[in-house]
């Protein structure tokens, strides 16, 4: 049996080719400091996720966690304990992987010095945003440079930046539907990460389906051709456009009937499944969310059907009047843009073997235009919304789900929302009506 097990200040990783044990926590990726105190609840919560026989079931071993503010001792003993605890715990089936365990002690020799790949801060990666002057791309290179540094992460799109985002670290031209200059730039900046965020979302697709079929699956073609050959990590959004009407609604699964209606969802249901095909095929590390509706104070969403949910915040703020674009019990899946963004770093950071999944669903909270408004009275009471139905954006809305199922996602790399609805709706309206619009909290 191959096995291995690193250890350094980042952590303990165990490994075993014959058996899985993944065990996920919010802070593996996120790297949050784990203090001594805080570690025994831990190491509890880490074996009673293992205490379940869908883990003893799995075909591989994979044992790993970042401990970063322990030291290099703390973090080998409590490393061992959640690993023999967690043999203890899985029965019969495990003894090769005991015998293993046995054979590691807390013998040094058996550790390496250098971190695993996802826990090093000595080598970060370089990471391209295609499209990222849209509604997300900014706020994520934000977030990515604090973590990565700013010259290691790329804004591209194909409009000029305006000059707050100019200033604040690289941009370059860049349109994906040109290979030739897309693989130079990867090569040129020796990209290591790339986020592909170049899309013509729903409503803006269905009014101009050539371009949509171009961009969202011709562009594709060409990031997925990139990635693959320079051997890149590929982070795909996907969307809740890409369930359809013959999906279970509340919630839609992981896995279901996909039949979208619009060009932008059949095209991200392409983009799901090319990219796990290439994973399958050439081992690309493909990995894609489907996002729910993303809400923002400081950019503007890129025309979606969820957009009502972010122009009903600078209306109420700036006129107190709205005229809804969606029937007052439209039920859609949505998120706060921190939320979003943090899963996406975390997710990029999850460790590949954790990932039982290429293509995950992610959930927060679920609300319809009505119970939007009447959260936002809470703070605005004079607020006023009308509704004029746009055919289009409600027949897209009718076809989506209402929630989605994300425990897949909390099971294998801890996904885990902050902002409810009343967060949510409090966070927007400080930020607006503060003007301070750039204060997010990364
Ligand atoms: N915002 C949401 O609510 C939401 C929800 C689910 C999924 N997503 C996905 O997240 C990603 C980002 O979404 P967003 O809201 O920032 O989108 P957006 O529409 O605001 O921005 C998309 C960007 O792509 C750029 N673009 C268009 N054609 C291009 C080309 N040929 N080459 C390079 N860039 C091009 C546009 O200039 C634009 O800046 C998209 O893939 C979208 O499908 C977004």
Request: with cysteine; aromatic share 10%; glycine share 8%.
């Amino acid at each position: 049996m191959s096995t291995e097990m690193q250890l350094n200040t980042y952590g303990l990783y165990f490994e075993s080719l014959n058996r899985m044990f993944v065990f996920s926590l919010p802070s593996l990726s996120s790297r949050q400091p784990i203090t001594a105190r805080g570690s025994a609840p831990l190491a509890t919560r880490l074996l009673s996720l293992f205490n379940t026989t869908r883990w003893v079931k799995e075909s591989q071993v994979v044992f790993s966690f970042c401990f970063p503010r322990l030291t290099l001792k703390r973090c080998a003993t409590l490393g061992m304990q959640c690993l023999r605890g967690a043999v203890k715990h899985a029965g019969s089936g495990v003894e090769r992987l005991t015998s293993a365990v046995r054979g590691f002690g807390s013998s040094s020799q058996h550790f390496r010095a250098s971190p695993p790949p996802w826990c090093t801060d000595a080598d970060p990666p370089k990471v391209l945003i295609t499209g990222g002057l849209g509604q997300l791309g900014v706020g994520l290179a934000k977030l990515l440079r604090r973590r990565f540094g700013k010259n290691n992460v790329i804004l591209s799109d194909i409009r000029k930046p305006p000059s707050h985002v100019d200033h604040n670290g690289p941009f370059i031209f860049s349109d994906i539907l040109d290979y030739k200059n897309l693989r130079e730039i990867v090569v040129n900046n020796n990209i290591s990460w790339l986020v592909h965020y170049s899309a013509v979302l729903s409503a803006v697709g269905e009014n101009n389906v050539a371009l949509a079929r171009e961009v969202n699956i011709t562009g594709l073609h060409n990031i997925l051709d990139i990635a693959t050959e320079h051997g890149l990590r590929l982070f795909v959004p996907s969307t809740i456009g890409a369930f359809g009407p013959s999906s279970p609604r509340d919630p839609a699964p992981e896995l279901c009937v996909q039949r979208p209606r619009t060009i932008y969802g059949v095209s991200k249901v392409h983009a799901e499944l090319m990219g796990e095909y290439y994973h399958h095929r050439y081992g690309l590390d493909f990995r894609c969310l489907r996002y729910p509706g993303i809400i923002s104070a400081d950019s503007q969403p890129g025309g979606g059907t969820t957009d009502y949910a972010v122009q009903i915040f600078h209306a109420a703020v700036k006129t107190g009047r709205f005229e809804c674009n969606l029937r007052g019990d439209t039920r859609l899946p949505m998120m706060y843009i921190d939320d979003c963004l943090r899963a996406t770093l975390e997710f990029l950071e999850a460790p590949a073997a954790s990932l039982l999944g290429r293509t995950y669903n992610i959930n927060a909270t679920s609300f319809t235009p009505r119970d939007l408004v009447r959260e936002i009275q809470k703070g605005l009471p004079d607020l006023e919304v009308t509704y004029n139905v746009d055919p289009i954006r409600q027949a897209i809305a009718d076809g989506w789900p209402m929630a989605l199922e994300d425990t897949a996602a909390r099971r294998d790399w801890g996904w885990k929302h902050e902002y409810g609805l009343s967060e949510l709706v409090r966070t927007m309206l400080t930020h607006i009506a503060t003007g301070n619009q750039l204060a997010q909290t990364y």
